[in-house]
């Protein structure tokens, strides 16, 4: 059985995260969370704010944080540094 991280610490994760990448200058704009289904799979989760995009690579527990011009800036294993709730089967 796969164990998967809580969405509710992955997202408190990433809100940390863009804080850290915020200058004083940034204008906070709203925070937006995409969920990427594709033939009825749940594939990742993108999380976006002032430029800033992290995504969540969900089957890989990979959570990659990027700047507005694309640069990887972060790469967070989930099942590392989360811990990880079992998937009702």
């Known amino acids: 059985m796969r164990c998967m991280p809580d969405t509710v610490e992955v997202r408190e994760l990433v809100l940390r995260t863009f804080d850290e990448f915020q200058t004083a200058q940034t204008h906070r704009e709203e925070f937006s969370e995409t969920?990427?289904?594709?033939?009825?799979?749940?594939?990742a989760r993108s999380y976006r704010q002032d430029g800033l995009l992290a995504m969540w690579l969900i089957q890989d527990?990979?959570?990659?944080?990027y700047d507005a011009e694309g640069n990887m800036l972060r790469t967070v294993n989930l099942f590392e540094e989360l811990h990880p709730k079992k998937m009702a089967a």
């Open 35 to 43: 969920i990427l289904i594709e033939d009825g799979c749940y594939l």
């Open 61 to 65: 527990g990979v959570l990659q944080f």
